[in-house]
Structure formats: C-alpha cells, structure tokens
C-alpha cells in the first residue's frame, strides 16, 4: 500500500481541503499506521487560564502551511512510515478524572495497533493517562520533558490529578525510569526550593532554562541520548518552555523562556532515540488570535514525526 501523503499546496490551495493536521488522510482507528496524529482537546486540568481544548482544531488549521519534507534535516516522514490523523478522542468534559480513563483506554486501542501516537493537546493532565498507556506497552520509559514547569505537584487545590501533578503521578505508577527523565526548560518563581529539588531528589536531570540561555541545546541532547541509550523513551513538550515572545497562547506563561531554535534543537536531538510516542500541550488559541503560538506547535509536532524511528533521511 502506498504511503499517505498530506495534500499538496499546489493541488488544492492551503487555506482550503481537509482540516486534519498537514491535510493528511483520516481513519477512524490506527490500524495499519506506523504514526498517528491524535487530538485530545481537554482543558479541564488547567489552574489558571483555559482555553487548550481548542488547542488541536487550531493546530491542525495552522498546519496547512506544512509540506512533507524537512528541508533542515533531510527527513522524509512520509516516504518512510503510514501516517494519518485519527481525529480527536472523545472525553467527558464535565468530568476530569473520566477523561483521564477514557484517554488512557483510548490510548490502549492506539498501541494495539502498533502504531506511534503523536498527541496534540491538551492540557499537561493527559500526559498521565498516556504514559500509563504506555508503560503498560513498553515497560517504564525513559521521559524528554520540556516545559517551564516541573508538574511534580502531590495536589492541586486537594486534587491529585492535574495539570501540575502528571509526572508525580507517573512516577508512582512506576511508568519513569526515574535516571532517564530529563526536564528542560524550568524557570519561573516558586514557593520553595522542593518546587524543582523534588525532581532531583528522585533522580531526575533538572535543566533549568537559565541553564539554556546564549547556548546550543545540540551538546546537551547528547548528553540526553548518551543517558537514554536504548531505552524506550517519550517526548513531552509543553509550548510554555518557549518564552512567551515566542508563544504567547498558553495558559500559565513565564518570562525567560527557550527560543524556537532552541526547541528544535531538543526535538532534533531526539533523532536515534527509541521514540514511542509524544505529545505537544496546552496551546491556548484565545490568548494568541494570530495563531502563531498553534502554528509553532504544528511545525514541533511534524519535527517530532520527523524523528521517529524508521524516518528516512534524504540529502538536502
């Protein structure tokens, strides 16, 4: 069978024809897919302002612009792998912790097929459901995570599921291999010391932005793979890592930020890792009405794809 390939800007113009992401083919299920993109619109996780559960339609509109090949790395995504977007699941929104079952049980039927997801978000709460999924597929896995924020809270306002908690949750659920997970990008004010020394506590590599600023992240993300090695490991990425000059439509913004290249530097760095899945959250189109904030998470979610294992590589 053919491999699906998104629809072309001279065949159809880009501001019209499917509004899947890069004008894939859709499916209902992920039967026969090396990849997948899949929406998760959930805001119900969020702490202080809303607006993610539209985050995968205007993903999916902004990344019209895509085209199939990555001119920067040579990769050819859709030559090598099956993808297509699968849609978005279906979630109780007046509930959060029955949307963190059925996103885990949906995820479950995704992995059935052998098939790597590539969530769009979403807030950060879906990241738990997911790597149970996960994990019960793979084992614990090694964890990329870019963010401004360590999400390692016990509770949110008593609650113990949300979008500050994921990978405390993870954690205990014994889905991380706890030397393996790499969180780039903190920063921020806090309330204590333990708001990043938990993570490091339990053996986590914490790399704050300060850490980031005037540099090249590529001797960092060999560091990352030297570490990961073979292991299986997850991308998370956040759109709140980048500074807000960057990615102004999000819910919980902090000054001092990752640059764009920066960004894609890390995702890139990811090349040669055993991917088995990722995800970009908590894109918020109402506080960005230029869409760029969306269009920068599309252009991270197909550098994600681009990084697979099995993406060909073509010289440029």
């Known amino acids: ?27 209902e299920t992920a039967e026969g897919l090396d990849a997948c993109f899949v929406g998760i619109p959930m805001d119900i996780g969020t702490s202080n302002r809303s607006g993610t559960r539209h985050g995968p339609r205007q993903i999916r509109a902004e990344s019209c ?51 790597i997801p590539l969530s769009l978000g979403g807030d950060h709460t879906l990241t738990y ?12 896995v090694a964890l990329v995570h870019v963010d401004a924020h360590a999400d390692i809270n016990d509770e949110m306002f008593g609650e113990k599921i949300a979008h500050g908690t994921p990978f ?36 986590f590599t ?57 960004g894609l530097e890390i995702i890139r760095g990811c090349r040669g890792l055993n991917l088995v899945g990722g995800d970009l959250v908590e894109v918020s189109p109402p506080y960005d009405p230029s869409g760029n904030t969306a269009l920068v998470g599309a252009n991270l979610l197909y550098e994600m794809l681009c990084v697979l294992p099995g993406v060909r590589y073509e010289t440029v």
Not at 182 to 187: E, N, T, V
């Open 1 to 27: 069978m053919p491999f699906n390939q998104p629809l072309g800007g001279n065949d159809m113009p880009r501001f019209a024809g499917p509004a899947t992401m890069m004008r894939l083919p859709t499916q």
């Open 65 to 115: 612009m895509l085209r199939p090949y990555n001119m920067g790395t040579g990769a050819a995504p859709f030559d090598s792998l099956q993808v297509a977007d699968i849609g978005d699941m279906a979630l109780n929104t007046f509930d959060l912790k029955k949307s963190v079952g059925l996103i885990e049980a949906s995820m479950n039927d995704i992995l059935a097929h052998d098939c």
């Open 206 to 262: 914490v790399v704050p932005a300060e850490a980031c600023w005037h540099k090249s992240l590529t001797p960092l993300m060999e560091e990352v793979r030297s570490t990961i090695g073979d292991a299986p490991v997850y991308l998370t990425y956040d759109i709140d890592s980048l500074d807000p000059a960057f990615a102004p439509g999000t819910g919980t913004v902090e000054i001092g930020g990752l640059t764009i290249w920066q």
């Open 168 to 203: 405390r949750r993870a954690l205990e659920d014994g889905c991380l291999i706890a030397d393996k997970v790499f969180q780039i990008g903190l920063r921020g004010t806090g309330y204590s010391p333990e708001d990043f020394n938990w993570s490091r506590n339990q053996g």
């Open 129 to 140: 459901p997911v790597l149970k999924a996960i994990a019960a597929r793979h084992g614990p």
